[in-house]
C-alpha cells in the first residue's frame, strides 16, 4: 500500500488524483490532505477518505470545516498546515499538486524527511530549482514529474544517460490564441483566454497557456528536473496535444511519449512508478485523431516564452523575477485590471529593474520574490494611472 498526501487536494491536479486512488483501492491510500480555500469540497473529501492530517490556507477555513464533519485529530492553518500535510510521518509520496510559490518550504521539508516527491506544480522550481534538486540529491528522494510535458520526457529517456541526449523537445498546444497577432489580443478578456482547447485546468495556469508562459516556465521546470541547458531544450506548437513532449538522442531518433489528455495518467505513473498499472481512462486511437501537426512557436506574438528563455540563460536569480512578476501580472489580468499584451511587458520591465544576485538559500529566494511581487504590484498600478 502506497500511503498518499495531497497539497492542493480540491484542484484540478487534487481531485483527479482522488479519482486514481479510486481506481486503485487496494494500492493506493489517502494519509493527508491540505487545500486552499475550498472548506465543502475538502469536508466530503475527509468524511470519504478519512485523512490523519488535513489543512486549509485560513484559521476561518478551518472552522467551517470543523461545522461541516468530523475532521481528524490533525487540522492545521497557513503555513504550518502545508508542513503537517507535507511531513506527516506514515506518508510515503507527496503529491504537490498547489498553484503558485506557497507549497516550497513544505515541499523541502517533505524531501528531508524522505518522501517521495509527485511534482505538478512548476512555480516551485522554477523559484528554487537549484535548491530543490540539491534537497533531493542529498536525501536521495525521488522527483517525478506529473507536468503531461515531463512526465513524457521522463517516459522517454527511461533513464538513458544525459550524454545520450541531444535535445528534449517540449509540446505546447499554442493555447486559445494560436494563429492570432499581438496586436489582434490587446482586448481580448479573461474568460476569452480561460477557454482552453485542449486541456481542463485552474485559471493561473490556463492564462499562462494562453500567454505561452506557461511553456517558458516548462522550459525552466525541465532545467532543473534533467540537468539540460536552455540551448538544449525546444519547443514546438502541437495544437493536439496527443504527442506529451519528445527526446533527441545523438544518433537523431526521436522518442515520443502519446496519450489521451488526462492528467490521471501522469498523476498514476508518478504514484506506480516504476510498476506500470491499468488506467481509468479511455484508448488512445490514432485512426480517429486525423492529423498531427507541429509548429514554431510565434515568438513575437507571444514574448512571454522568449522571456522565459532569457531568465534561464542568465543563470542566476532572475527566473524568480520572472515567475513572480508573472503571477502578479497573471492576478492582475484575472481581475480586469490589466490587459492581455501588458502582462508580458509588466513582467519585462519587472526583470530590466532587477539588479541581479544569487539566491543559494531559502531566505534569498524569498526576499527577492517579494522584491519583484512589490515591484510588478507597483507596475500595475501605474500603468492604471495612465488614462
Ligand atoms: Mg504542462
Known amino acids: 500500500m502506497i500511503r498518499i498526501a495531497i497539497l492542493g487536494s480540491t484542484g484540478s491536479i487534487g481531485t483527479s488524483a482522488l479519482a486514481v486512488v479510486d481506481a486503485h483501492p487496494d494500492r493506493l491510500r489517502v494519509v493527508a490532505l491540505g487545500a486552499g480555500n475550498n472548506a465543502a469540497l475538502l469536508a466530503e473529501q475527509v468524511r470519504k477518505y478519512c485523512p490523519e492530517v488535513v489543512a486549509l490556507a485560513s484559521g476561518d477555513g478551518v472552522d467551517t470545516l470543523r461545522g461541516l464533519c468530523d475532521p481528524p485529530r490533525t487540522v492545521a492553518s497557513g503555513a504550518e498546515g502545508l508542513l503537517a500535510v507535507a511531513t506527516c510521518p506514515s506518508v510515503d509520496v507527496v503529491l504537490c499538486a498547489s498553484s503558485g510559490t506557497a507549497a516550497l518550504e513544505a515541499v523541502l521539508a517533505a524531501i528531508a524527511c524522505g518522501k517521495t516527491i509527485a ?218 485590471e490589466l490587459g492581455f499584451t501588458a502582462i508580458p511587458d509588466l513582467i519585462a520591465a519587472t526583470m530590466n529593474a532587477h539588479t541581479g544576485g544569487v539566491a543559494d538559500t531559502l531566505d534569498a529566494v524569498r526576499r527577492i520574490d517579494g522584491w519583484a511581487r512589490d515591484r510588478a504590484r507597483a507596475g500595475v498600478r501605474e500603468l492604471q494611472s495612465i488614462p
Not at 491499468?278 to 485512426?287: E, M, Q, S
Open 119 to 336: 511534482l505538478a506544480n512548476k512555480e516551485v522550481l522554477v523559484m528554487a530549482g537549484g535548491l530543490v534538486m540539491d534537497a533531493a540529491r542529498a536525501h536521495g528522494v525521488a522527483i517525478l514529474p506529473v507536468d503531461s510535458e515531463h512526465n513524457a520526457i521522463h517516459q522517454c529517456l527511461h533513464q538513458r544517460s544525459g550524454a545520450d541526449v541531444r535535445r528534449l523537445i517540449l509540446t505546447a498546444s499554442g493555447g486559445p490564441f494560436r494563429g492570432r497577432s499581438r496586436a489582434s489580443l490587446a482586448g481580448v478578456t479573461a474568460a476569452d483566454a480561460l477557454k482552453h482547447p485542449t486541456w481542463q485546468m485552474g485559471q493561473k495556469i490556463t492564462i499562462d497557456s494562453a500567454t505561452l508562459m506557461n511553456k517558458g516556465l516548462e522550459v525552466i521546470e525541465a532545467h532543473w528536473l534533467f540537468g539540460m541547458p536552455a540551448s538544449r531544450i525546444d519547443v514546438v506548437v502541437h495544437p493536439q496535444s496527443i504527442v506529451h513532449s519528445m527526446v533527441e538522442l545523438r544518433d537523431g531518433s526521436v522518442i515520443a511519449q502519446m496519450g489521451i489528455t488526462d492528467m490521471r495518467l501522469p498523476i498514476q505513473y508518478a504514484f506506480s512508478y516504476p510498476e506500470r498499472w491499468d488506467a481509468p481512462v479511455p484508448f488512445l486511437d490514432l485512426t480517429r485523431m486525423g492529423t498531427l501537426e507541429f509548429h514554431e512557436p510565434a515568438w513575437d506574438d507571444f514574448p512571454c516564452l522568449r522571456l522565459a528563455y532569457r531568465a534561464l540563460e542568465a543563470e542566476n536569480s532572475l527566473p524568480i523575477v520572472l515567475n513572480a512578476a508573472n503571477e502578479v501580472a497573471v492576478d492582475a489580468f484575472l481581475r480586469g
